[in-house]
């Protein structure tokens, strides 16, 4: 089992920024790709970033390219979301997720926090 436990959600104004944290717990947690979804009111889940254990390997999804950056301190076995130009339609409630294989799928993914709320104003 791993546990998975979010914070650094809140609300901000457009065009601010705010640091997403994740820290996992459990047997062979380091081991795992780790990476964030997100769900607006209405909308269905939808995958942002994810990052590979070993090799560092990020993708992301397009709308959010070159305004958020994943990283991850297997020390610490923690995993960062820094998102930076936030727009109204970044507003969501944000899961870190976490398995043994990367991907951009939910199904994938076997753990989920309980998510953290994210609002941007405009």
């Known amino acids: 089992q791993v546990q998975l436990v979010e914070s650094g959600g809140g609300l901000v104004q457009a065009g601010g920024s705010l640091r997403l944290s994740c820290a996992a717990s459990g047997r062979s947690s380091r081991s795992y790709a780790m990476g964030w979804f997100r769900q607006a009111p209405g909308e269905e889940r939808e995958f942002v970033a994810a990052i590979s254990w070993n090799i560092g390997r990020t993708v992301y999804e397009d709308s959010v390219k070159g305004r958020f950056t994943i990283s991850r301190d297997n020390a610490k076995n923690t995993v960062y979301l820094q998102m930076n130009s936030l727009k109204p339609e970044d507003t969501a409630v944000y899961y870190c997720?976490?398995?043994?294989?990367?991907?951009?799928?939910?199904?994938?993914?076997?753990?989920w926090g309980q998510g953290t709320q994210v609002t941007v104003s405009s």
């Open positions: 997720v976490a398995d043994l294989v990367i991907s951009r799928e939910k199904d994938k993914y076997e753990y």
